[in-house]
């Protein structure tokens, strides 16, 4: 594996035409991370992975700086899963003196976007640079964040239709737990009372209704007193928008909230069936 500070020009003469699979990531690796690193390998001969902590997207310097690093760790985990090229930006190299957030429009501004004000500006303006820079054939994101892949996948078929934009499973522990890098940053206790976010997408799946889905899930919250909840939203997944009572189909639960400090967010494909529908 070949560990780059600079991408240009090293990875052009290391890849030599070669078709690239890209997995951008912020650090502090897990078996998500690695799953995608996996599915990357079945794609293209050259598996490159980013690791830039992105500025841009936190809405808080306390937030970016709360985020765990863990570099050392980082490298070995990647080479391990087999990384052609792992690349370690600075912020010069991502962002030049001049540069403009990307406006990520209203489905940027709800859901996630809502409570973290500008998240999905700053996401969409690193990936679009990322894309700029490495210029994969296939770039792997992880279902978990269901509205980032959402939003970067609209935003590449208007700005990068050459890149394939490739979806990957949520990857959890065998509590049910979605794996996350801010997980490390739970107490064990607090680990405990965020399995209440699965449990409650898991029971609302099994409803047949948008309302039986819906008091379900804020029925099962309620019964973890330190688990905060942002929102709970059952949408389209074709659109991103919340559906209602008349809505049947495929549809999929999102849910956001905080044990302590610590936000973390799921989601979970569903089916509202016919019989179901207007209930």
Known sequence: ????????????????????????????LHQGHLSLVKQAKTLAEQVVMSIFINPTQFESVEDLDKYPRTLIEDIKLAEAAGVDILWTPEVSEIYPDKYKLIDAGELGRIYEGHTRA??????????????????????????????????IREFSKRSHPEIEIVSARTVREISGLALSSRNVRLSSEQATSALVISRALDAASKKQSYAEMKDTAL??????????????????????????????GAVQLL????????????????VIEPEGRGK
């Open 219 to 248: 029925a099962e919250l309620t019964t973890e007193i330190d688990f905060k909840l942002d929102y709970f939203a059952i949408v389209n997944p074709k659109s991103l928008l919340e559906v209602d009572q008349s809505h049947f």
């Open 255 to 270: 849910l956001a909230g905080w044990v302590g400090s610590v936000r973390l967010i799921d989601n979970l494909a569903a």
């Open 118 to 151: 500008g998240h999905f500006d700053g996401v969409l303006t690193v990936v679009n640079r990322l894309f700029e820079i490495v210029k994969p054939d296939y770039a792997i994101f992880g279902e978990k964040d269901f509205q980032q892949l959402f939003l």
């Open 1 to 28: 594996m070949q560990h780059l500070l600079k991408y240009l020009p090293s990875a052009d003469t290391a890849l030599g035409g070669s078709k690239i699979a890209f997995v951008p990531t912020m650090g502090a």
